[in-house]
């Protein structure tokens, strides 16, 4: 299938080691944050959301940390396997007009070497 | 249990021609989105439904695009008269809550839509 993100900016790391990939968000009004997994030819896949009032949130393998003060996101995966290269987006919630919107960063593209 | 469901999976159209993207939302979601994903970017915001109603349509480019949830569940998003600027990936999303609620929301595959 057609790749997502052929020109996007890219993290290459070694089978077994921590990935961290980060996120600068724009709105400060944004008060809910959620980390997509994007595979090839697939929808953006849920991994992880954190809320404004929290600083740290862990899930199997990954963390998300929010850093409100510079408008900073990352999440961190623990042992990096294959099957996580993919395209990994973050996404900001902000209230607009009659409910809310997920605007989207412009994703990181994660390669695994076995 | 299933997943955001959306067809068909390609379409490929002439310019000028119609189109009509289907998604069918994961039962019993409130919410209901539409993005548009250009390649090498993320999804643009285009339009949500809460139960049948449109809400908000502030992110759809023009007039020739319209969207409907007339039951409250599947929704079609109409092209009209497409141009070759309107070939993207179209995702739908839904999720369990309505307005302001912080939950995620869940996208289906998408529509992979080529103007010629």
């Known amino acids: 299938g057609e790749s997502v993100g052929l020109h996007l900016p890219t993290l290459s790391v070694q089978e077994g080691d921590n990935s961290i990939i980060n996120c600068a968000y724009s709105?400060?009004?944004?008060?809910?944050f959620i980390w997509y997994k994007q595979e090839s030819g697939k929808g953006p896949q849920f991994i992880i959301d954190?809320?404004?009032?929290?600083d740290k949130r862990q899930g199997q393998r990954v963390t998300v940390l929010l850093n409100k003060t510079v408008k900073h996101l990352s999440l961190q995966i623990a042992a990096t396997q294959p099957g996580d290269s993919a395209v990994y987006f973050c996404?900001?919630?902000?209230?607009?007009?009659?409910?809310?919107?997920?605007?989207f960063g412009g994703g990181t593209r994660l390669m695994v070497k076995p | 249990g299933a997943g955001v469901s959306q067809s068909p999976r390609y379409k490929v159209a002439k310019r000028g021609q119609d189109v009509a993207l289907r998604c069918d939302p994961i039962?019993?979601?409130?919410?209901l989105f539409w993005y548009q994903q250009a390649l090498g970017q993320g999804p643009e915001f285009l339009t949500y439904?809460?139960?049948?109603?449109?809400?908000?349509k502030s992110g759809l480019p023009s007039d020739r695009f319209f969207a409907e949830r007339p039951e409250g569940s599947v929704s079609t998003l109409k092209i009209q008269r497409t141009q070759q600027e309107d070939s993207a990936v179209y995702l739908c999303?839904?999720?369990?809550?309505?307005?302001?609620?912080?939950?995620?929301?869940?996208f289906g595959d998408g529509t992979r839509l080529s103007i010629l």
């Open positions: 709105n400060s009004a944004s008060d809910y």
């Open positions: 996404a900001e919630n902000t209230p607009h007009n009659a409910g809310n919107m997920l605007t």
């Open positions: 954190i809320r404004s009032n929290m």
């Open positions: 999303a839904s999720s369990s809550q309505g307005s302001y609620s912080n939950q995620p929301q869940h």
């Open positions: 039962s019993g979601h409130v919410s």
């Open positions: 439904f809460q139960n049948e109603a449109q809400l908000d």
